[in-house]
C-alpha cells in the first residue's frame, strides 16, 4: 500500500508564494517519477510539473519560469516551489507518483487559492 500526504497549500495574495510538498510512504521503491498536477473548478485535471528519478524537469508552459520542482530521493518526496502566483493557478493540487511495474498513485488533493 502507498501512501502519498500533501502539505503546504493556502490562501495567498496574487504574486506571492507557497511551497508543496508531498510525502510518499509503504511501498514505495524507487518512483520513477513523481510530480504535480492540478483541477480548477471545472477544468480537466493537468500536468504541472514532473521530475524523474534522475531529475529531468518538466513543466507546463504556463507554470515556467515561476514554479521549481525538486525532490528527496532518500526522503522519497517531492516539492513545488511556486513564486509569482497568479489568480488562474488557482486549483486543488495532486501529488502524483509512477513506479515501474506497480503503477501510479495519486494524493487526495491540496488546495492553493490566489487572490486578486
Known amino acids: 500500500q502507498v501512501q502519498l500526504v500533501e502539505s503546504g497549500g493556502g490562501l495567498v495574495q496574487a504574486g506571492g508564494s507557497l511551497r508543496l510538498s508531498c510525502a510518499a510512504s509503504?511501498?514505495?521503491?524507487?518512483?520513477?517519477?513523481m510530480g504535480w498536477y492540478r483541477q480548477a473548478p471545472g477544468k480537466q485535471r493537468e500536468l504541472v510539473a514532473d521530475?524523474?528519478?534522475?531529475?529531468?524537469?518538466n513543466y507546463a508552459d504556463s507554470v515556467k519560469g515561476r514554479f521549481t520542482i525538486s525532490r528527496d530521493n532518500a526522503k522519497n518526496t517531492v516539492y513545488l516551489q511556486m513564486n509569482s502566483l497568479k489568480p488562474e493557478d488557482t486549483a486543488v493540487y495532486y501529488c502524483?507518483?509512477?513506479?515501474?511495474?506497480?503503477?501510479?498513485?495519486w494524493g487526495q488533493g491540496t488546495q492553493v487559492t490566489v487572490s486578486s
Open positions: 502524483h507518483v509512477f513506479m515501474t511495474y506497480r503503477g501510479t498513485y
Open positions: 509503504g511501498s514505495i521503491f524507487s518512483p520513477a517519477v
Open positions: 521530475i524523474t528519478s534522475g531529475g529531468t524537469r
